[in-house]
Every structure is written in structure tokens, then in C-alpha cells.
């Protein structure tokens, strides 16, 4: 079964084929309402994709979580990414002295004839200073519990194998019965 996926980010097609296997970009221009509330972004991109495609898809939202911020970014990540970057980002964890995160990933899947679901995966972290090589948003500053390393710094077959994109495709895949790549 091909997945469909709306996404723009190449690098987010690239995990979820690593996670799911035959998944293809999908391409409709879609708004992305801004709310602090992911699972409200996350049900306003399928219900408008629903009015221009009725076929099956996903779309997904990923945020990152401070601790010291109670929760902010959250949703709103790619509008800090844009004005203070991850270097900013990790000066106001170090300014709160309070490196506690979460990353949470929620992919709703349509099913084409209106019925939505969530599939919803995190993981805990810290915020640190920036580490690693990478084009994908804030993964030089996250790193993982249990870890030694950040996102950036990992392989992609180490961050695919625990990120929170995994732990919510695989739910989705669970939910479609489909077998793993």
C-alpha cells in the first residue's frame, strides 16, 4: 500500500519512507493554521486537503516543547527557528537553567471519505548548545534521553530508530496493518 504525504520537507518524506517504505510526497499547497494547540494544526490540514483530493493521506506536525517556557514553543517551533534560530533557542534553556524538552510528532491520517486519526509519538530530551551538521530545523540542539549526542549528531538510522516520527509512524502503520520495511 503507497502512503501519501503532504509535506513540502524533503527531509520529512525521507524519514517517514525510512519508517513506513512505500510513501510518496503528495503535493498540495496547503495553509498551516498557527495555534498553540497541535492537534487543532494537525485536523486543519486534512480537512482542507479533503475539499481538493478525496483520497487517503497523512499530514504531520512536529514540535518542540521547553520546559522553561512552559511548553513554548511547541507548534509555533519554525517561527523561533526564523527569528532566534537554535542557538537562541538554547540560550533561553541555559537562561532559565532549565534544559528540559519534549519533541512530539502527531500524524493524522484521512482516510479519503472524511474520518480522521491521530497517531501521536515524543520522546524527552534536553535543549543544548548546538552540535552536529544538519539542514533539519532543531536538531542540533535536542538531544535525546539516554543519549550522548543530538539529533544532528546522530546517524539517520540512529535518530529514525528512536525519534518520536517513528514511534508515531509506527502506530499508523500498526493501525493500517501494514508490514514493516
Do not use: C
Not at 87 to 110: C, D, H, Q, R, W
Not at 138 to 167: H, V, Y
Request: glycine share 8%; charged share 30%; no cysteine.
Amino acid at each position: 500500500m503507497t502512503i501519501r504525504f503532504i509535506t513540502e520537507s524533503k527531509n520529512k518524506l525521507a524519514e517517514m519512507q525510512a519508517i513506513l517504505g512505500d510513501v510518496e510526497q503528495l503535493d498540495i499547497d496547503l495553509p498551516e493554521i498557527q495555534e498553540i494547540d497541535a492537534h487543532k494544526i494537525v485536523r486543519a490540514k486534512p480537512e482542507e486537503a479533503l475539499k481538493h483530493k478525496k483520497v487517503a493521506f497523512i499530514v504531520e506536525d512536529t514540535s518542540l516543547y521547553l520546559d522553561a517556557l512552559n511548553g513554548l514553543p511547541g507548534p509555533l517551533i519554525k517561527w523561533f527557528m526564523k527569528t532566534i534560530g537554535n542557538a537562541g533557542i538554547a540560550k533561553i534553556a541555559e537562561a532559565f537553567a532549565n534544559s528540559g524538552a519534549e519533541a512530539k510528532t502527531i500524524i493524522g491520517y484521512a482516510d479519503g471519505s472524511g474520518n480522521i486519526e491521530f497517531f501521536e509519538g515524543s520522546i524527552r530530551g534536553s535543549i543544548v548548545s548546538p552540535r552536529g551538521e544538519t539542514t533539519f530545523g532543531w536538531d542540533p540542539i535536542f538531544q535525546p534521553e539516554g543519549s550522548d549526542k543530538t539529533f544532528a549528531e546522530l546517524s539517520a538510522d540512529e535518530k529514525n530508530a528512536l525519534s518520536m516520527r517513528r514511534r508515531a509512524a509506527e502506530k499508523l502503520r500498526d493501525y493500517l496493518n501494514l508490514a514493516t520495511p
